[in-house]
């Protein structure tokens, strides 16, 4: 009796070490997502101050100011959806 006591414990130790390896090989494809997603933030950021850099060079259309602001505006909703992400 003892011995099928130590099996049962055994078994529910292994059950639960195998569902921590599936949780944290998840945990590292989400941080390489992350990660992904933040050098493309960082990219369009650059981008961004680079058109904003040239706006004081040349002149700009109408067109080209509403284009900016939509590009920053997506990139706020970009970061803001990955910092919900990473506080979840």
């Known amino acids: 009796m003892p011995d099928d006591l130590i099996l049962e414990i055994l078994k529910a130790i292994q059950s639960d070490m195998s569902t921590m390896k599936n949780d944290i090989a998840q945990l590292k494809r989400d941080a390489a997502e992350q990660k992904q997603i ?24 109408a067109g080209e ?7 920053l505006n997506d990139l ?3 970061v803001a959806r990955l ?3 990473h506080s979840t």
């Open 38 to 61: 933040t050098n493309v933030l960082i990219q369009d950021g650059r981008m961004i101050r680079a058109a904003l850099a040239d706006l004081g060079k040349t002149r700009v259309s």
């Open 65 to 71: 100011i509403e284009a900016i602001h939509g590009d």
């Open 76 to 78: 706020t909703v970009r």
């Open 83 to 85: 910092e919900s992400q």
